[in-house]
């Protein structure tokens, strides 16, 4: 038995060592110093010091998609805890674990605009799975373990713990008692589906002629990306994923049919729609999915599996609902098929893959190749970058016609392999969210797939990636517009371009070298497969690849806005 | 459809934040809302009357359910309940006539007159939504409401049903 006594500082220190933080991602200020004192006298966790706070909320969700393990972030009350806000913001929309220490003033200035004092709690509280207030010292190792709990567990997403700083200073002291079975009263997800739902969920799926699998972030998360491949080739059905969703089935799979909505391709949204069955696994049914709800899939019979009972018939309705983690779901549903001894129905299944090889002979995810001399198509880049890497690479995106290029044009064959903000498109989330995947993995290629627009907003983070050596490659399809501002103009304010140029950009090539990085520039597409090769051979150093691309690309296929699911633009003017 | 839930949450600094912000980052209505700690001093019970239709309660419940801090929700609409207001009203009693006629309306309520000044009664009464709007509305036609206050619904279910912790 130990009766060694530690500062509030020291005990939240230790309490992260015991959960096996290695890394911690922060900034450091006044309310958090002792903390920073605490760090500097020992080795297990790593801080790792970012240029702005949202920087390393970004960096520490990066870390923990890429991982499955949680980020953790320190910073500052006042302005560090509020610049936290969009990364926090990020994570809760997809559902990240995510746990951020605040500092706080001290508790007896608590309520006095005292220098630094934001309420970050009451600040965060609509974006959080949880929040802590600290009040007692003895308690910090306690309320830290439980906020990894809550944060990794159900539905993951972040939770904040705010520390005032007269807990962490020296004068007051406790000893170090962290319980390891946490159970929280208030706190029970369900993790096993019902059996009965289960039953019916077969039942349905048994009874299909046209089934469709969408599958979402859920798979991911859940590690389940396996299961779901036995389940779908079991069942011999489409399967299509959301953009949180790629890689959940290899995109190279016969039977994935891509992408759904908004950009999705042609045969995933028409699969939708003429659907008789759907099996939602780990997806919301998100606006950017569903197009006009109204109109949403009339005919088909929804089985809607997910972890979180609101994300169920918020807002389709579900006629099957099964609340639950999806591997284990997947794992029930795999036992049930067998007990019902369940074959496929080989006429109706070949009838429906006969259908969905006429939307795919469309090919919707197609460009017109350049004509001589013109400038480079943003999609031949993603095709470039994934020849250069073999389709092996983590590829982090911000968020515009990049991020869509990205999804339409790299096939995923692993989960986590894709990492984006697709819940909140938080412009500034792909750089960071690099850094903490190369952190994660520093022998794997990790592309930061980017926009002249969005690397502006975390640009400052190039210096941290010289500090901490994180030789990631930023590709950026230099549009020199937000282009997909720019695309919206086009389409819906006719052509009428307010605020989407960039004008007076940087040199990108002489930014990295002003940082210490290495810089490319490609401007035509003789130079593409081999600079980008060139770039990739790099080792040990950043590479910032700026391609200029041509400025008038549209995304292609786009839902037409109020129109069902499988309303679409295949290319201007048109229609599906 | 107005519709009364009933919560049970750990009694711990910001519960409330939660439920009330929940309800209007999602836009739900709130028409009142009554919390105080149960026998149980770890625990505090909220009353919200809200409105909505099957979907919308739905989420509601739901939304609430996902609070950290919630243990219990029930919707008391569902079964049959009881459900109480508490009302203090304070209006002008200036002559006989008046204040016979107060003391009558009151009477006919079963309210009780608590406090009274020179000009005025302070009247307590309880009973549900309905009936404190009758009282009110008769009251207001006989004399002048200087002030009133209401203690939004409490409410519990009829019979065997319990909403607690095991
Ligand atoms: C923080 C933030 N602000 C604004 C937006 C709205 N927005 C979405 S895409 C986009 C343009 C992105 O430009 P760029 O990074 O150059 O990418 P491109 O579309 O040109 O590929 C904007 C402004 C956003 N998603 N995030
Ligand atoms: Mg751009």
Aim: hydrophobic share 40%; aromatic share 6%; with cysteine.
């Amino acid at each position: 038995m130990t009766t060694e006594r530690y500062s509030g500082a020291e005990l939240v220190v230790k309490a992260l060592s015991a959960l096996n933080v290695k890394y911690l991602f922060g900034y450091p200020g006044g309310t958090v110093l002792d903390i920073y004192d605490a760090l500097f006298k020992q080795q297990d966790v790593e801080h790792i010091l970012v240029r702005h706070e949202q920087a390393a909320t970004h960096m520490a969700d990066g870390f923990a998609r890429a991982t499955g393990e949680v980020g953790v972030v320190l910073a500052t009350s006042g302005p560090g805890a509020t610049n936290c806000i969009t990364g926090i913001a990020t994570a809760y929309m997809d559902s990240i674990p995510m746990v951020v220490l605040s500092g706080q003033v001290p508790t007896g200035l608590i309520g006095d605009d005292a220098f630094q004092e934001t309420d970050i709690v009451g600040c965060s509280r609509p974006i959080i799975k949880h929040s802590f207030n600290c009040r007692d010292i003895a308690e910090i190792p306690n309320i830290i373990a439980k906020a990894f709990y809550i944060a990794s567990t159900g539905r993951p997403g972040p939770v904040v713990i705010e520390l005032p700083k007269d807990l962490l200073m020296p004068g007051q002291s406790a000893e170090f008692s962290m319980t390891t079975e946490i159970s929280i009263r208030s706190y029970n997800p369900t993790v096993k589906g019902h059996h009965r739902q289960i039953k019916k969920a077969v039942q349905a799926i048994s009874q299909a002629q046209r089934l469709v699998i969408y599958s979402g972030g859920g798979v991911i998360i859940a590690n389940a990306a396996e299961l779901l491949q036995v389940l779908v080739e079991k069942l011999n059905a489409p399967i299509t994923n959301t953009l949180m969703g790629l890689g959940g089935i290899s995109g190279l799979h016969d039977n994935f049919i891509g992408m759904l909505g908004m950009h999705g391709s042609l045969e995933a949204n028409k699969a939708m729609a003429h659907a008789d069955v759907i099996l939602a696994l780990g997806a919301r049914f998100d606006d950017r999915v569903t197009n006009n709800v109204k109109k949403f899939c009339p005919n088909a019979t929804i089985v809607h599996v997910d972890i979180d009972p609101t994300s169920i018939s918020k807002t389709i309705n579900a006629h099957i609902p099964v609340v639950g983690l999806v591997d284990i779901v997947i794992k029930q549903l795999l036992t049930e098929l067998e007990a019902t001894d369940f074959s496929v129905n080989e006429k109706d299944n070949q009838d429906w893959w006969q259908q969905i090889e006429q939307w795919r002979k469309v090919k919707s995810i197609g460009y017109e190749n350049e004509v001589k001399g013109s400038k480079i198509k943003p999609q031949r880049v993603i095709e470039a970058m994934y020849q250069a890497t073999n389709g092996e690479a983590y590829v982090c995106s911000d968020v515009g016609q990049h991020q869509m290029f990205a999804a339409q044009y790299y096939p995923f064959a692993k989960p986590r392999q894709w990492i984006n903000s697709g819940g909140l498109g938080t412009m500034g989330f792909g750089l960071p969210a690099a850094m903490g995947v190369k952190m994660a993995f520093p022998d794997s290629h990790v592309i930061c797939i980017t926009g002249d627009g969005s690397i502006q907003m975390n640009i400052q983070e190039l210096s941290t990636c010289l500090q901490y050596n994180l030789s990631v490659v930023i590709i950026s399809l230099n549009n020199r517009s937000l282009g997909m501002v720019r695309q919206w103009q086009d389409m819906v304010y006719g052509g009428r371009h307010s605020s989407s140029y960039m004008e007076s950009l940087p040199d990108f090539v002489k930014l990295a070298e002003a940082y210490g990085h290495v810089g490319i520039q490609i401007n035509s597409l003789n130079e593409l497969d081999e600079k980008l090769t060139k770039a990739f051979a790099i080792k040990n150093k950043l590479v910032f690849v700026d391609v200029l691309v041509d400025e008038k690309e549209h995304v292609y296929p786009m839902q037409i806005r109020t129109g069902a699911i499988d309303e679409m633009w295949i290319k201007k003017g048109v229609k599906a | 459809m107005r519709r009364i839930l009933a919560i049970l949450l750990e009694n711990e600094a910001g519960s409330l934040s939660r439920i009330v912000g929940l309800f209007s980052q999602r836009a739900f209505n709130i028409e009142s809302l009554t919390v105080a700690p149960t026998e149980d001093a770890s625990l505090s019970r909220i009353t919200i009357v809200t409105k909505g239709d099957d979907k919308i309660l739905e989420q509601i419940v739901k939304q609430v359910n996902k609070l950290i801090d919630v243990l219990k929700v029930t919707d008391l609409t569902e079964r049959q309940h009881v459900e109480r207001e508490i009302l203090l009203i304070k209006v002008l009693a200036m002559n006989d006539k008046s204040r016979t006629e107060v003391m009558r309306i009151t009477d006919i309520f079963r309210g009780a007159i608590i406090d009274i000044g020179k000009q005025v009664y302070t009247i307590q009464l309880t009973g549900d939504a309905e009936k404190i709007n009758a009282f009110i509305s008769t009251l207001g036609n006989e004399t002048e409401i200087i002030e009133s206050v209401r203690s939004g619904c409490v409410g519990i279910a009829r019979g065997e049903k319990a909403l607690r912790v095991k």
